[in-house]
């Protein structure tokens, strides 16, 4: 099962911020979280990760608050493409070292609205 | 991504075949990743490969298989044993590093009826 718990779906104004949240009150101190969207009928697209710092890129931002409980992904300016289904992933560390799996939820539906 | 092919798009088959889904990467990437999709869910792992000649099952491993012959190709069966062999199916790549992300194909859509 997923780590994470997202809400199913959310709506967002197209120009305005997108905040969507993730809890993950189980992460432990060596895991990262990770952000993913899918369009439908696509592949998964990687957004942006994190372990304890806020994270910024050209896509996004990533708020972690500082017990690591929980984090938001921010779309500073959402658009008509920016309708998807967004993932907030715990790397699952089966493995002392080396890649380990990503187990992912059911995500959250974003839809940006004209 | 466009390192990753995953071909045909659409593959549709008669119940009790098995199909062969076909994915190639030309990124170097040593990990490479099977992922089963269901309507309004999300993706479950099926088999997952860190090196050539070497694959460990995920969590939906029955009735599939795999191989990793060389470092660009993972191929995925999916044989008569598998239930409701009928879904999305994604391939992923992953550099070897810790914590890097993982890199999507478009995937196969397989109908089985």
């Known amino acids: 099962d997923a780590k994470t718990t997202q809400p199913p779906s959310m709506d967002c104004a197209e120009g305005r911020a997108a905040n969507l949240p993730c809890n993950h009150s189980?992460?432990?101190?060596?895991?990262?979280v990770y952000w993913y969207r899918q369009i439908h009928s696509q592949g998964p697209q990687y957004i942006i990760h994190?372990?304890?710092n806020n994270e910024t890129n050209e896509m996004a931002s990533l708020i972690i608050t500082e017990d690591r409980k929980s984090s938001t992904l921010i779309l500073p300016h959402a658009t008509l493409r920016d309708t998807a289904v967004y993932y907030c992933?715990?790397?699952?560390?089966?493995?002392?070292?080396?890649?380990?799996?990503?187990?992912f939820g059911k995500g959250t539906r974003l839809s940006v609205i004209a | 991504d466009g390192g990753i092919t995953q071909s045909p798009k659409y593959l549709f088959r008669k119940e009790g075949q098995n199909v062969t889904l076909s994915c190639e990467q030309n990124?170097?990437?040593?990990?490479m990743y099977w992922y089963r999709q269901d309507p309004g869910q999300g993706l479950r792992l099926i088999y997952y490969?860190?090196?050539?000649?070497?694959?460990q099952k995920g969590d939906i491993a029955e009735g599939y298989s795999v191989s990793r012959e060389k470092k660009e190709s993972f191929p995925l069966t999916v044989t008569s044993a598998q239930k409701n062999p009928t879904a999305f199916y994604l391939c992923?790549?992953?550099?070897?590093?810790?914590?890097?992300?993982?890199?999507f194909g478009n995937g196969t859509r397989l109908t089985v009826t």
């Open positions: 992933i715990v790397r699952v560390a089966t493995m002392p070292s080396g890649n380990t799996p990503l187990v």
């Open positions: 189980t992460i432990s101190g060596n895991e990262y």
């Open positions: 994190g372990l304890k």
């Open positions: 990124l170097n990437h040593d990990a």
């Open positions: 490969s860190q090196i050539v000649n070497d694959f």
């Open positions: 992923a790549t992953q550099v070897s590093a810790n914590n890097s992300p993982l890199h």
